[in-house]
């Protein structure tokens, strides 16, 4: 048979699946891959019950049902004072992973360039590898995760046309302040780029930290295309609900790359996703809680350990340095975990193209029960 397409030639597994392959060989406590073990909201299972036995079951919309366009709409104008129309600004995809596929398609052309910082989400290689793009990556430098200005400003040519930012930020649990986004917008405004705004831990912050997001700042909202899901906010990542918001053009754009891959997203989902997006401010209080709960217990617990790193802000990870610990790399380190503290962890060095710094670093997802947090703790305990 002749051969696969070049495309692809270079891709390998998603270093998260291989790590949840990993922990269930070894029956390792799984801190890896970010998903929580434990369900959503009654409430949001109840409504999407409530659609599917109201007859919302047959193809929706391309673009996404009305209702959980305009509920987005909706709480981007709430919120951030954001004006995205529904009719012609809003798109409903399966998860904010296809969004990004859709908008790097829909936009890059082959040669084309496009910033991504590293530390970054493995999704955005891929997505620009596709479309024929050229990834050029410029490091958030441990241990704040920072920008190095002059190393921004040399990433950029005339052959930049994008560049993507992923606030709050995974895998670090960065929550970009005022001053480093306009640093961003700045770049882009002089060198006419768009910027991909990947937002899916928007609502996850904590100790009184604010998302900003990209669009909100002068001149950014026509080059910027805002994407978000519902599935950290709800904690149902296996609904896969996302959407993606640009101006018009770009909008058009995206709907035809989607409307050809996936067409549509699930109907019932998308309806109870649209009412829980109405009932956000009297659901994120309780939601935010929970979660930093859970981020001061493990943290506390990994201090116990003797691992010493600043508490992130936001999303439900942390990046914790193993130097203290092992002269190992990220990737032997986190194999010895799995195989002998029965502890699955992310390697990050699998998220950078340049620096080496990732490998001093594990990933931890907090996003578990109190128990399995509490159980991970104990089998490290041998460290």
Known sequence: MKDTALRIGGFKDSIFGVISGLAREHSAVNLGQGFPDFDGPEWLKDVAYKKMQEGHNQYAPFAGTIHLREEVSNYYNKFYQLNYKADSQVTVTVG?????????????????????????????????????????????????????????????????????????????????????????????????????????????????????????????????????????????????????????????ACRLVHQFLTFAVATPLQEAVAEGLARLPEYLPGFVKQYQGKRNLFYQELKNLGFNFPIPRGTFFMMVPISQKTQMKDVDYAMKLIKEFKVATVPPSAFYLKSTEGEKYLRFCFAKKDETLKQAALNLKGL
């Open 96 to 252: 904010a992973t296809e969004a990004i596929y859709v908008a790097v398609m829909a936009l890059i052309n082959p040669g084309d360039e496009v910033i991504i910082f590293e530390p970054f989400y493995d999704s955005y290689l891929t997505s620009i590898t596709m479309a024929g793009g050229i990834p050029v990556p410029v490091t958030l430098h441990a241990p704040d995760f920072t920008i190095d200005r002059q190393e921004l400003a040399k990433a950029v040519s005339s052959k930049t046309k994008m560049l993507i930012i992923n606030n709050p930020h995974n895998p670090t649990g960065k929550v970009w302040s005022r001053e480093e986004l306009l640093e961003i917008a700045a770049v882009a405004q002089k060198h006419d780029l768009y910027v991909l705004s990947d937002e899916p831990y928007e609502f996850l912050l904590f100790d009184g930290a604010k998302h900003i997001p990209l669009a909100t700042l002068d001149g950014m909202f026509e080059r910027t295309i805002t994407i978000s899901s519902a599935a950290k906010t709800f904690g149902m990542t296996g609904w896969k609900i996302g959407w993606l918001c640009a101006n018009k053009k770009v909008t058009n």
